[in-house]
């Protein structure tokens, strides 16, 4: 004799895998609108002119948040063709009305006009204290052409 009933425990199970799978869907969009995008500035980012180590090189990188509060972004690491540069001089920014651009100082021993670079930083809005972490973003092959007028070179 069969039955067409399902047992409690039958529902039970079921339940629990699917009240795990119903959080992850909903907070994964939630994360995911609150990223602040960045990207290079082409025309300003530029290598300091000068035939002594280190090079420095300034690397404006503009970011746009989902509000107009006010943010607080820092760089957590930078990586120049896929190796850790060194420290950069300036870690962090703020900026309001939801963008900016943000000047990321660094030296290195090797004078190339142009790098693949990855950053890692985190994004704290200082309104509500929401921070989120972007993890080696990929801002592509960058091109430094030499500093013009108005860029403060060592």
């Not at 425990?9 to 795990?20: K, L, S």
């Not at 404006?60 to 540069?85: A, E, K, M, N």
């Not at 660094?106 to 790098?115: C, D, E, L, V």
Request: aromatic share 10%.
């Amino acid at each position: 004799m069969s039955s067409d009933l399902v047992s409690r425990r039958a529902v039970t199970r079921g339940a629990a895998w699917t009240v795990p799978l119903v959080v992850i869907g909903v907070a994964a969009p939630a994360f995911a609108a609150s990223q602040a995008p960045a990207t290079v500035d082409p025309e300003t980012s530029c290598k300091c002119p000068g035939a002594g180590s280190p090079y420095t090189y300034h690397l404006d990188v503009s970011f746009t948040t989902p509000t107009t509060d006010t943010w607080t972004i820092t760089l957590t690491s930078l990586l120049l063709d896929g190796t850790i540069s060194p420290t950069p001089v300036l870690y962090s920014g703020n900026f309001i009305n939801g963008a900016g651009t943000i000047t990321f100082k660094f030296a290195t021993t090797n004078s190339k006009s142009g790098y693949d670079v990855t950053i890692s930083y985190t994004a704290t809005d200082t309104t509500t204290n929401e921070t989120f972490t972007v993890t080696n973003l990929d801002l592509g092959n960058v091109k430094f052409n030499p500093c013009g007028q108005g860029v403060v070179c060592p």
